[in-house]
């Protein structure tokens, strides 16, 4: 069986009259289908940072579990068969700029 495509887009949401405005959104693509949306504020990217610097495949799963459960379960589960993770950070080391 193939794997699945996974597409990744994150914008920032500029709308003044958004209660997220100046958060990140996160949108996940299975398949050019939308399998989930996550707001990402300035502390989640504080926390994220070291994370993606180091390059931390296992604590980027134990953050999205705990801080994003509702993504976590409808699109990533424990054994993330999708790759999902991975996918999350490739991105941000490209948003981070990381090497």
């Known amino acids: 069986m193939d ?3 996974i597409s ?3 914008y920032k949401d500029a709308d003044t009259g958004s209660h997220t405005q100046g958060a990140y959104w996160l ?3 299975k398949n050019g289908k939308n399998i989930g949306n996550e707001p990402f504020v300035k502390q989640d990217l504080a926390q994220l940072k070291p994370i993606v610097q180091k390059e931390g495949h296992v604590e980027l ?3 999205l579990k705990n801080n994003r459960p509702g993504l976590f379960e409808k ?3 424990d054994s993330d068969p999708d790759k999902i993770v991975v996918e999350i950070l490739t991105f941000l080391k490209k948003f981070y700029k990381v090497d």
């Open 61 to 63: 799963h134990n953050w």
């Open 3 to 5: 794997q699945p495509k």
């Open 27 to 29: 949108r996940l693509y």
């Open 8 to 10: 990744i887009r994150f």
């Open 75 to 77: 699109s990533i589960n």
